[in-house]
């Protein structure tokens, strides 16, 4: 379209920014539907006629998208199915820009997207119709420098007021994508009128420029020549939006700054690329053609509004070619994949594989680019086979009184997908059994239909049953598929006679018998009956639980008898009940037995008296102060109790005359004195108690009555209590003086003991440890007695010549001590600190240990003294008499201790007359 026509086509992203498929890689984990561009601007001409395409915009879908619907917020503009929008009407746009909004709408999910459209007025200038597009200009063509002056507004005054003029639109600058160079390459010139004065200096700012990508263009800053430094590359930057600033050689403004618009041309070099290499469908077999199928979807990185970036779709190959090689077709601009053909039979094709191409280049195979895809399309199973079984009839059997047995497997054929609901089979008895006793449960691995057992049967009033099975799926059939004949069986089932076991037809048995009846009364007869009539089978009985053994049971006829006699009072009654337990069993093979319970209800008869109550009692020895209450105990029940009747006997006298009864009501009465006093004792009272039974029974009981002394409140005295137990005061006082004279021994003893303990721990040693001498072994010299006084043989007192005696003393008579070689015995050890009480007893063990250790001195040897000569001018030891003159004391000897008693009692003893 020329500028002629009033459209100017160059578009302008609002937001600047890249398309999202040229930010982000093509095929993507996850779909995202939207815009391309967050909004859209298109530079038209002010008069627009009707129809007049303006710009392009592009929605991307995700797979299996059906449809999407575009519409305006604007009665004067419309969008195409592929995003194009025209002008409904002819339009005069009166402002210098006009805006309205695009929406799509999803019609399944009612989801909207929007997207902002501007439209810019374009100046009809010579540089304008310069930037026209006709056809596309190829790579290798560089373009022709534009030399065109880009002024800056001026401002105006009128009357004295100043107002600016608005600043002219510039046109945008196209640059074609992947250009060969020579770079730098010239774009345009700007200029201001004010460099006929001054010299000024031109500069550019923006992305491109002085920001990041850096230096993609750079100016001239004396002749205003702005130039393209490198190839450009749509798909990494559509647009560059950059700012030209004039300044003179101090760096003071000049001109407001100006816009400029630098869009990169689009070529096409980017193929094609599928959202997913394989796309999985599916369709139900038997579908009619034009039914839906699946979507692919294939974007192309080149600018969507030309024809390098509008993808057509179409069918390269079907595998396999059945029924027909054109079972699908494709939408060529959606990619949504149809059913063409009819035929679709899962049993024969469970899927295809489909080859999917997709061209940009509005699908031209020439110049377009391509790529390829690969669709697997299943087909998915509908009911379209009934099940059928592999027989009309089965049989099968069961024994009886059985159940949860599985009687027959029924077999089906179904040529639909396994495991699938089409597959699934549902078994349904539809006559042969009213009464319900079978079910058909399918099989989940098989498909079998499994004749269950779920009630026992009786071979005695059902020996065979006829069934009739319907067998179904789970899902319903296809529409025009009809049930088949042989999706009907019948099943044949013998039932098997087992033996059975004899049962009682009255269990529990209940019978009343009044109590004592004699031994071999006949009670009932117990018989039980045997449930196979068809068998001579005899039934004998036995006893299987009688706990008082009062029963028996004839084994034949089943008479029960009893065995003893039946007393209601005693244990093995529960609720006037005895219980017992009778087995039946037959000869059958295998032998069956049943049991049954015979209760008996026992009635009671007057067969027990009754029990005077209490048996002790207690009461004052004088009367008026207090009475005893007295009542009985009765074994038996109403009316063999109650009311009694309590009276004294006439025998002993003394009975009456000492006690009289009073009575209070049916069951109770009062014991009391008829004397005015009555010595205090134990009296054994007799009193007769006669029931209401019929005949009545009467029983003489005795109570034994304690008679005591009584204080003022009627309770008996502790005095009282001890001689109302039968004891005298002389034998109460002598109890109470063996009791004192028990306390006072006790009493010395512990008083004994603790003066014994004391003395302990005050006696202290009379002299200083140091000579104490009682614990301590002391050795002298012993030289016995002179050689005059003793009849010694000198011979054996002579020193044997022994090496270690001859070198250590001259030749002679000496003294040896020889210790004997030996074991040691072990002494007691002696407590760091021990206790007072303790040190007699360890002497003791000392002294005892010493005595009997060999190896103590003085030794058990041969002694050697030395020899003094054949006499001595001293005289004789022997020839000194003991002091009899009383002027020293011997009486500390006794504080020695016991082994100084005998020096003691010979020194210490004083005189004797």
């Not at 770079?183 to 009128?193: A, E, G, M």
């Not at 920001?211 to 001239?220: C, G, L, R, T, Y």
């Not at 004039?246 to 599928?274: C, H, Q, S, T, W």
């Not at 005295?717 to 137990?725: D, K």
């Amino acid at each position: 379209m020329t500028a002629g026509s009033g459209v100017l086509l160059v578009v302008l992203s609002l937001s600047g920014a890249l398309r999202a498929h040229q930010e982000e890689p093509v095929a993507r984990g996850t779909c995202k539907a939207g815009f391309s561009e967050e909004g859209y601007t298109a530079w038209v001409s002010r008069n627009i006629p009707e129809g007049g395409k303006l710009l392009k915009v592009k929605f991307s879908s995700c797979p299996g998208t059906r449809r999407m619907q575009y519409e305006t917020n604007s009665v004067d503009f419309r969008v195409g199915a592929d995003g194009t929008i025209f002008a409904t009407r002819e339009l005069q746009i009166p402002s210098e820009q006009l805006a309205f909004m695009v929406t799509v709408r999803d019609r399944q999910t009612a989801e909207r997207w929007d997207a902002m459209v501007r439209l810019l007025v374009a100046q009809t200038s010579a540089p304008h119709s310069a930037h026209t597009r006709g056809k596309n200009t190829p790579l290798d063509a560089p373009a022709a420098p534009l030399d065109m002056l880009l002024p800056w507004p001026q401002l105006h005054s009128t009357g004295g007021l100043r107002r600016q003029k608005r600043d002219w639109v510039i046109p945008p600058i196209n640059v074609p994508e992947n250009s060969r160079g020579p770079f730098p390459q010239q774009l345009v010139r700007i200029r201001s009128d004010k460099d006929n004065d001054i010299p000024i200096r031109y500069s550019v700012t923006g992305v491109g420029a002085d920001q990041p990508p850096m230096e993609v263009f750079s100016i001239d800053s004396m002749s205003g020549r702005m130039y393209v430094t490198r190839p450009m590359d749509r798909e990494e930057r559509a647009s560059y939006h950059l700012r030209a600033h004039a300044v003179d050689m101090n760096g003071n403004k000049v001109e407001n700054p100006i816009d400029l618009y630098i869009y990169v041309i689009d070529m096409n070099d980017n193929r094609p690329e599928f959202m997913n290499q394989v796309y999985n469908g599916s369709v139900d077999e038997g579908s009619k053609p034009g039914t839906y199928v699946m979507t692919v979807t294939a974007n192309d990185a080149d600018d969507s509004t030309t024809a390098n970036g509008m993808v057509r779709y179409r069918i390269v190959t079907q595998m396999p070619q059945s029924p027909s090689q054109n079972m699908f077709t494709i939408n060529s601009e959606t990619g949504d994949i149809v059913t063409v053909a009819a035929g679709l039979d899962r049993e024969k094709v469970q899927q295809y594989t489909v080859i999917i191409q997709a061209t940009d280049m509005e699908g031209n195979l020439n110049y377009g680019l391509s790529n390829t895809a690969t669709a697997i399309i299943t087909v998915t199973d509908v009911n379209d086979n009934p099940p059928e079984f592999t027989s009309s009839t089965f049989v099968g059997e069961v024994p009886e009184n059985r159940v949860e047995t599985v009687v027959a497997n029924l077999t089906v054929l179904d040529r639909d997908q396994p495991h699938s609901a089409s597959w699934n089979a549902v078994y349904r008895i539809i006559s042969g059994d009213p009464s319900g006793h079978f079910r058909v449960r399918t099989d989940p691995v098989s498909n079998e239909g499994m004749v269950t057992l779920v009630k026992a049967v009786d071979y005695e009033l059902n020996r065979a049953f006829m069934l009739t099975v319907v067998v179904s799926n789970q899902a319903p059939l296809a529409s025009g598929i009809q049930m088949s004949f042989q999706s009907t069986a019948g099943v044949t089932i013998s039932v098997v006679d087992i033996n059975e076991a004899p049962y009682f037809p009255s269990n529990h048995k209940l019978i009343r018998l009044e109590e004592g009846a004699p031994i071999g009364t006949v009670l009932t007869t117990f018989s039980a009956v045997d449930p196979d009539r068809f068998m001579q089978q005899a039934v004998r009985y036995s006893k299987l639980s009688d706990p008082a053994n009062w029963l028996r049971i004839n084994a034949t006829s089943g008479q029960v008898s009893t065995a003893a006699v039946l007393d209601r009072e005693s244990l093995f009654i529960n609720n006037n009940v005895y219980e017992a337990t009778f087995l039946a069993a037959d000869n059958g093979i295998p032998p069956a037995s049943g049991t049954g319970t015979l209760q008996v209800y026992l009635i009671d008869i007057n067969d027990n008296p009754p029990e005077l109550l209490p048996k002790e009692a207690q009461i004052c020895e004088k009367p008026g102060l207090n009475a005893i209450n007295i009542t009985a105990a009765d074994a038996d029940v109403d009316p063999n109790i109650g009311p009694y009747v309590f009276e004294l006997p006439f025998v002993p006298a003394a009975v009456r005359k000492n006690w009289t009864i009073t009575r209070l009501n049916g069951d109770y009465a009062q014991l009391s004195l008829r004397i005015l006093f009555l010595e205090a004792g134990v009296y054994e009272v007799p009193i007769i108690v006669t029931d209401s039974g019929n005949p009545p029974l009467s029983n003489m009981s005795f109570i034994k009555v304690k008679v005591c002394p009584c204080d003022e409140n009627g309770d008996c005295t502790a005095v009282g209590a001890v001689a109302a137990a039968g004891l005298g005061t002389g034998a109460i006082t002598a109890i109470l003086i063996c009791i004192l004279i028990l306390l006072t021994m006790v009493l010395l003893f512990v008083v004994w003991m603790k003066r014994r303990e004391k003395e302990r721990h005050a006696k202290q040693l009379l002299i200083d440890p140091e000579d104490d001498v009682r614990d301590n072994i002391l050795k002298y010299d012993e030289e016995g007695g002179g050689e005059e006084d003793q009849d010694y043989d000198l011979s054996q007192l002579q020193q044997p010549e022994v090496a270690d005696h001859s070198l250590s003393k001259a030749p002679g008579v000496r003294r040896v001590d020889e210790r004997p070689v030996g074991a040691e015995p072990q002494y007691p050890a002696r407590p760091v600190v021990p206790h007072p009480g303790d040190i007699g007893d360890f002497i003791s063990e000392g002294l005892r240990a010493a005595d009997n250790d060999p190896t103590a001195p003085p030794y058990d040897s041969l002694l050697v003294f030395d020899y003094e000569g054949s006499g001595s001018t001293a005289g004789s030891v022997s020839s000194l008499n003991s002091s009899s003159s009383g002027d020293q004391g011997y009486d500390y000897l006794n504080d020695w201790g016991p082994r100084f008693k005998k020096l003691a009692d010979m020194y210490g003893g004083g005189d004797e007359d």
